[in-house]
């Protein structure tokens, strides 16, 4: 049985879903937590990533038809990359987790494609009758007027925001070993998880 689950969830591709399940688990990994990545995205971009050779923690594929089954076979951390457009795979890890991370990119197209994914945490809270989920927003830039109505729109619809911003930093556009780890670190204080 795992320590914790966290999944990235956000039913819109780009906005740093597998990226933030990298570093997370990087996070973790680095604090000397046993932890597993599973990779439920069919264009497999984390097990690439691994299979590269610079990831040094374990990642699998999920699978998609028992996914609950396979989480609850394992121990430590297990944090869980979910494809975009795809809510049965997306309620799932959601269900299952003890913290979902609904990374967002700091702008007004992403801000309009979220609703569906709160509708799905949304679902997953009422029937676990706990919050779960919280926005996590990436692509920050401080100079950017939209970054700033971004947070501001989302503080007013009360959307639960992570307080830490994941800055739009070229090392997060690497194919290499995770190694800036301080942003992703300052979620995993924030979420209380390790």
Not at 65 to 76: A, I, Y
Not at 77 to 105: F, H, M, Q, R
Not at 166 to 186: A, H, W
Request: one cysteine or more.
């Amino acid at each position: 049985m795992p320590e914790k689950v966290i999944s990235l969830v956000n039913r819109k591709g780009g906005v740093s879903k597998t990226t933030s399940s990298v570093y997370l688990a990087m996070c973790l990994h680095t604090m000397g937590k046993p932890v597993i990545g599973i990779d439920t995205d069919p264009e497999r971009s984390w097990l690439k990533w691994s299979d590269a050779g610079v990831i040094p923690y374990p990642v699998t594929a999920g699978d998609r038809d028992d996914l609950k089954k396979q989480v609850n076979q394992l121990e430590g951390y297990v944090v869980i990359d979910t494809p975009p457009n795809d809510g049965e795979v997306i309620y799932k890890a959601a269900s299952i987790s003890d913290e979902v991370i609904i990374p967002l990119a700091a702008t007004a197209l992403d801000v309009n494609r979220l609703a569906s994914t709160l509708a799905i945490v949304a679902d997953v809270e009422e029937m676990r009758n706990k919050p779960v989920g919280s926005v996590l927003l990436t692509k920050w830039a401080n100079n950017f007027a939209i970054s700033k109505e971004v947070e501001t729109a989302l503080a007013e619809q009360k959307v639960p925001l992570l307080e830490t911003r994941i800055r739009n930093l070229t090392r997060y556009q690497g194919f290499d070993t995770p190694s800036y780890l301080e942003e992703y670190g300052k979620v995993i204080a924030e979420l209380g998880v390790a």
